[in-house]
């Protein structure tokens, strides 16, 4: 008798707790005024939506408990609300204070951990998408140097840009793609960061020491390019297509990105590609040997829950660019190419034809890069703490084909393989805490 009603107790207790998975909703306003497209996110389960037309959210499936709830929106100060939530359905209504024009400090993870930029000790400039897009480039680093102050660049071709912070530069400038270092021949000015630019949701740029923080490759400062993360409805499948034309070397760029979410799982998929011919200036005209043909494809999957976050990413990188080196003619200024190994004389090189100036074509004589990476970041939450784990790895390949006799051989060929970890472990902020001495 005892042991039927200990299991007639546990089986009640396990029934409700089976039922106590509620419904959170609500209604949020502004000025007494329905207000759309608010987040409304319950910050310990890392789930989040957004309001409707008529001001409305609602959640499902919410485990009973106590929760901090908070709304946040553009033109609105946000507010956090705690709530208990023990019921069938639990209301929440809230009206945000409308911020016309002081708008909170923008919120970076240039450092350690996310923090706001006041309370940053490094200066850290945050570059958005649209600041990016609004500035006219042929790489990212260019539209990094137009809307950063302090930040240069050493360009070879239209297609290659090395970021300088105050002068310095190459190995003391570390670069970043989503946390991860960027491992790929960096020494050299011959070649440009192995990123897609239309696939960078914001850069951060930390003008600065940080070796402490990055190693000795961060001497100079620190360049974090962060790809784009969906935040939308649940279950539906967005995209984005983007292209560009740019007269001077008739560069074509496209780009196609679809994202979709189901539950708490983020996936998404982008593909692009360039191509232009010889770029022009007012002395020379069309400079033989700067035409390029680049291809990127890159694709993600992440997952939240109540205990942190995973994601998972994948990218490749591949350029074709030709090598520029400048003959020319003693008599007319034109540009000549060298069509042999042995014996060749500069001198009597012959004349690139004007048809093979201005085609998108690329000649014999050109370097290949190839980069691929593949990398999980993942967090895991314990109380105000978190331990923060980066794993990836990446192959960047190089070929110059420099023989005009053999094409397909490769003069020099370099294969780069690094493997890269992190472990971080954050402890809480105790920024506010006050002691007092007796």
Do not use: C
């Not at 033109?75 to 909170?104: P, R, Y």
């Not at 070649?191 to 020491?209: F, L, Q, S, W």
């Not at 983007?242 to 982008?270: C, E, H, P």
């Amino acid at each position: 008798m005892k042991a039927f009603i200990l299991l007639s107790t546990f089986l009640f207790i396990g029934l409700v707790s089976r039922g106590q998975q509620t419904v959170l909703q609500g209604l949020v306003t502004s000025q007494n005024s329905p207000t759309e497209n608010i987040t409304v996110k319950i910050l310990s389960l890392n789930k989040a939506t957004k309001s409707n037309q008529s001001g409305a959210y609602h959640f499902n499936d919410i485990p009973s408990g106590s929760y901090d709830v908070l709304f946040s929106g553009v033109g609105h100060q946000n507010k956090k609300i705690k709530i208990t939530v023990n019921n069938d359905t639990t209301f929440l209504n809230v009206d945000l204070i409308s911020m016309e024009a002081n708008l909170k400090d923008v919120v970076i993870t240039g450092v350690n951990r996310a923090t706001e930029l006041r309370k940053s000790p490094v200066p850290i400039a945050v570059l958005a998408k649209k600041a990016m897009d609004q500035n006219v480039n042929t790489n990212l680093i260019e539209a990094i140097v137009k809307g950063v102050p302090g930040v240069t660049a050493v360009t070879t071709g239209p297609n290659v840009s090395k970021p300088f912070i105050r002068g310095l530069g190459y190995n003391r400038v570390l670069t970043l793609y989503d946390g991860l270092r960027q491992e790929g021949q960096q020494w050299g000015d011959e070649h440009g960061i192995e990123v897609d630019e239309y696939g960078i949701a914001r850069a951060e740029v930390v003008k600065g020491p940080a070796s402490l923080t990055y190693g000795s490759d961060a001497l100079a400062g620190v360049i974090n390019m962060i790809p784009y993360s969906p935040n939308f409805a649940n279950g539906k499948l967005k995209g984005d297509f983007t292209t560009n034309y740019q007269t001077n070397n008739g560069m074509i760029g496209s780009s196609l990105g679809l994202a979709f979410i189901k539950n708490d799982w983020k996936f998404t998929v982008r593909g692009t590609g360039k191509t232009a011919h010889n770029y022009e200036n007012k002395i020379d005209g069309l400079v033989y040997g700067t035409a390029f043909r680049e291809y990127n494809f890159s694709a993600s999957a992440r997952v939240d829950k109540h205990w942190g976050f995973s994601k998972t990413a994948v990218t490749y990188y591949d350029n074709l660019m030709e090598i520029p080196d400048g003959s020319r003619d003693s008599l007319s200024r034109k540009f000549t190419r060298q069509i042999l190994d042995d014996g060749d004389d500069i001198k009597k090189r012959p004349i690139v034809p004007d048809n093979e100036l201005n085609t998108y074509g690329i000649n014999p004589l050109h370097q290949h890069i190839q980069h691929y990476r593949f990398y999980n970041t993942s967090q895991f939450k314990f109380g105000n703490s978190d331990l923060n784990i980066l794993l990836g790895g990446q192959q960047s390949v190089r070929r110059e084909y420099n023989h005009p006799t053999v094409p397909q051989q490769a003069g020099l060929y370099v294969v780069l393989n690094t493997f890269n970890y992190d472990l971080k472990y954050n402890l809480p902020d105790f920024s506010g805490l006050k002691v007092q001495l007796v």
